[in-house]
């Protein structure tokens, strides 16, 4: 027991001797960085207008109804098939249960 503690005792005292070692070599941590310059931001104009391809608005709102439409119709199915499929589960897990 003497001997186990005595190598945690020296595996901590070389491992914070090694940290301090790496820490003066790590530069000032009270001088900081200059800040990154502002991105500019890329104006489209050749492109026609939609979601990612333009900064141009969607005439009439054309892209932005069709695509919540897409998503609805997403949603619904993906809520229908979750609810039959709990049903299913459900109805032979009763099954199952009857039996035994």
Known sequence: MRRLILVAIVALGLGGGLRAASASALPDPTTEPPPPPPRKVEVLTHRPSGFWTSNRPATGGAYRWR???????????????????????????????KAQ
């Open 67 to 97: 695509l919540l439409g897409i998503g609805v119709v997403l949603a619904a199915g993906s809520g229908l098939l979750m609810w039959r499929l709990t049903r299913r589960a459900n109805a032979e897990r009763l099954q199952r249960n």
